[in-house]
């Protein structure tokens, strides 16, 4: 096939421009004809150069009056998803648009929203990344993560939420600290049960947003607490005051893009993960830690059960007991022989089954 890859307009650290470039290379190796075009770039070709389909990372290309370019062309698109597709509810009226997402909890939202078609098709990994790395470990716990600012999140949803929506919010959110296999959709359709006129005069799409922003934001701050006697390299200086307060012993870095994070992985022992959004999928943080030589620390999900083995190819916790965290990593790093099974084991793992390639043969373009 001819396929266009298309980069978005805008990716915080650049991360969707690398995952495009990257299964860009992948459909390459798998006998595709590529090419990768910006996203302001001239997407209108000619009839000779017609692509077979297109494809992108959370959208697709479409004209000044709205209509999508596959819809125009009339060829398929791949949306391929890394957010809720709560997000993106314009993608689901073109028949030529076929929806992907990295988490299959994703498929209730789309259920609720009368959408039958969503495929899965979670993050993975340039194969080159496995390649050996060497050099000196000189971080032993390493967290790339931006902070957010969840006081403020949650001062701003009380002041425009009913007391008692709010608190169905908030009782939505912890609800999936406690069920490690419980989405956040699934969760707030639960507590909201018959009580559904709360919801009167409130966009839920930006509800959900802000739920959502709460519950990464204090997933990370509760990691991050649970090894506050532990040197943290932490990279995003918005994290310093919450650092300084909580996490005393952390040192707090200047953010960095996609590719020269993965530099700074390939000098860590261990590196923090938190994907709870992700009930039931991959993180390409897991992934890039693996790849980069160190073990990744990650919340508990269905997905990383059924892929790897706790404390044979990464170290699992529960958002509902982190007591052991800093025991856990303590134990790891005084223990040089096992730390270093395990990151062979892991990417002996991540090279069969979680590359790129291995994600686009799943959907039938390998």
């Known amino acids: 096939m001819k396929i266009d890859c298309i980069l978005p307009q805008r990716s915080q650290y650049e991360v969707l421009h690398h995952f495009t470039r990257k299964v ?5 190796r798998l006998g595709h004809s590529v090419r990768i075009l910006e996203a302001e770039a001239d997407l209108f070709p000619t009839e000779e150069s017609l692509p077979d389909a297109t494809l992108a990372f959370n959208g697709a290309p479409s004209m000044e009056d709205g209509t999508f370019l596959c819809d125009k062309w009339g060829i398929p698109h791949y949306a391929c998803l890394v957010d809720p597709p709560l997000y993106y509810l314009g993608l689901l009226g073109s028949p030529l648009i076929k929806l992907y997402c990295d988490d299959k909890s994703s498929f209730s939202q789309l259920k609720g929203l009368g959408y039958s078609k969503g495929m899965f098709f979670t993050q993975g990994i340039e194969p080159e990344l496995l390649a050996k790395t060497e050099g000196s470990k000189e971080y032993d716990l390493v967290f790339m993560a931006s902070y957010f600012d969840v006081p403020e999140a949650k001062r701003q949803m009380e002041e425009r939420l009913s007391d008692e929506l709010y608190q169905l919010t ?9 069920d490690n296999s419980l989405s956040l959709y699934d969760a707030f359709v639960k507590v909201i049960e018959g009580k559904a006129h709360l919801l009167e005069e409130v966009d839920f799409v930006q509800l959900f947003y802000a739920m959502s922003y709460v519950q990464k934001g204090e997933a990370r701050n509760r990691l991050l607490m649970s090894l506050s006697g532990l040197p943290v390299h932490v990279w995003d200086m918005r994290w310093e005051g919450f650092c300084k307060e909580n996490c005393p012993k952390a040192i707090v870095h200047e953010a960095v893009n996609y590719k020269e994070g993965l530099e700074v992985f390939k000098k860590a022992k261990i590196v923090l993960c938190n994907s709870i959004r992700s009930v039931n999928g991959c993180n390409e943080r897991v992934l890039n830690a693996i790849a980069c030589g160190a073990v990744a620390f990650t919340n508990n999900n269905p997905y990383f059960r059924e892929h790897f083995i706790d404390k044979e190819h990464l170290l699992l916790y529960d958002h509902h007991d982190m007591s052991n965290n800093e025991k856990v990593i303590r134990l790891l790093l005084e223990d ?5 099974k395990m990151t062979a084991a892991a990417r002996k793992v991540v090279l069969e089954e979680h590359t790129w390639d291995d994600r686009l043969r799943e959907i039938g373009l390998g």
Not at 170 to 178: H, K, V, Y
Not at 336 to 340: A, I, M, N, P, R
């Open 24 to 28: 860009g290379e992948a459909l390459v």
């Open 336 to 340: 040089s022989e096992k730390l270093s």
């Open 170 to 178: 908030e009782r939505a959110i912890e609800s999936t600290f406690i």
